[in-house]
Structures are given as structure tokens and as C-alpha cells.
């Protein structure tokens, strides 16, 4: 099972994880998990990717584009207390896998 968390900041959903629990999802499986019709639903998602990194955290657009953190995305990751916690089935992690691997099968 992989925890999410979902915080409201004014009129957007954004998704926090953790990369380096489970796995590091890449732009197929943030496109799933930020879908409001297959997935969880966001309109951002925030990875934590470990201290090697040197920023710590990688974030994502809901098309699963990366970008740069920004100012409002580091305030979020300043706060204690979650809006929403969300568990993660195995079975949903391994959907976000597949979609992973689909996308690298056809950059190929």
C-alpha cells in the first residue's frame, strides 16, 4: 500500500508522496494517479525523491509534465497537518506501474 496525501490550497488539489517508498512514479503513472476519472484526482503532484537529489522533491503538472517547485509548492510541503490522507492500493500502484512502463515501450 502507498500513502498519498491531498491538501486543498485555495481552489487546487495537490498530491504529496513519497517516491522513495515504493517507487518513483514518472509521467505515465502521475497522468493515472492525477485523473479525476481513473485515478485519485489532483491538479498537482509533488514527489519526494530522497536527500541524494538535491532538491528533495520533483514536481508534476496532472499531464504528468515535470516542473520546477515554486514558491506556493514549498509553503505546502512547510505544513504538519494533511487535508486528506489516501492509501493506495497494491493493485492501483501496479496500474501506475504499467502506465510507467507503457510510456517508456512507446518513446522507444
Do not use: H, W
Not at 514527489?47 to 532538491?55: A, D, E, R, T
Request: net charge neutral; with cysteine.
Amino acid at each position: 500500500m502507498l500513502l498519498v496525501r491531498l491538501y486543498r490550497v485555495e481552489d487546487k488539489e495537490v498530491m504529496v508522496m513519497d517516491g522513495t517508498k515504493s517507487f518513483m512514479p514518472e509521467t505515465g503513472a502521475i497522468r493515472l494517479l492525477a485523473s479525476r476519472k481513473s485515478g485519485v484526482g489532483a491538479d498537482r503532484v509533488i514527489v519526494y525523491c530522497g536527500k541524494q537529489n538535491k532538491q528533495g522533491f520533483r514536481a508534476f503538472t496532472a499531464e504528468g509534465q515535470e516542473t520546477e517547485l515554486t514558491a506556493e509548492d514549498c509553503l505546502l510541503l512547510s505544513r504538519q497537518q494533511a487535508d486528506i490522507e489516501i492509501r493506495l492500493t497494491d493493485y492501483f500502484v501496479g496500474r501506475m506501474r504499467q502506465a510507467d512502463e507503457e510510456k517508456l515501450a512507446a518513446a522507444c
